[in-house]
């Protein structure tokens, strides 16, 4: 993600990760409040999580004003793809199928959906 240095981002750095996807970037404040909607998070809390997340390089920071602007560091795409990949390797012992199987079967998927998977899978047929 950061260079060859695979960083693994917790529950709550991804749930700050979000936020800073959707945003571009945020303060303190606007990630707290943002969080806080759905879970009962500190202030402080925040802060310190968004300080420990640009020391692993997960975030960056603007702090050429008084309050500091972070932006996520890592994309949501590669962030999405490692940890996807270890969870099929972990979970489904490496097998895809198991994960779309699974996915599918326990989840009401739209017509929408699944003509997007069969397009995607027409186009790695294709390939």
Excluded: C
């Excluded at 759905?38 to 603007?62: N, P």
């Excluded at 890592?74 to 199987?101: A, C, P, W, Y």
């Amino acid at each position: 993600m950061t260079g060859n240095k695979i960083i693994k981002p917790t529950e709550s750095e991804l749930e700050i990760l979000q936020v800073l996807w959707e945003r571009k970037s945020a303060t303190v404040r606007e990630v707290h409040d943002e969080i806080s909607r759905s879970k009962d998070i500190g202030y402080t809390t925040a802060l310190k999580l968004l300080q420990i997340m640009f020391e692993k390089g997960l975030v960056t920071r603007d702090d050429s004003s008084k309050t500091h602007i972070y932006m996520p560091a890592v994309s949501r795409e590669k962030t999405q793809k490692h940890l996807l990949g270890k969870m099929i390797d972990n979970v489904f012992s490496g097998s895809s199928t198991e994960l779309v199987m699974q996915a599918l079967g326990n989840h009401k998927t739209s017509p929408e959906e699944l003509d997007e998977i069969q397009k995607l899978l027409n186009n790695l047929r294709k390939e």
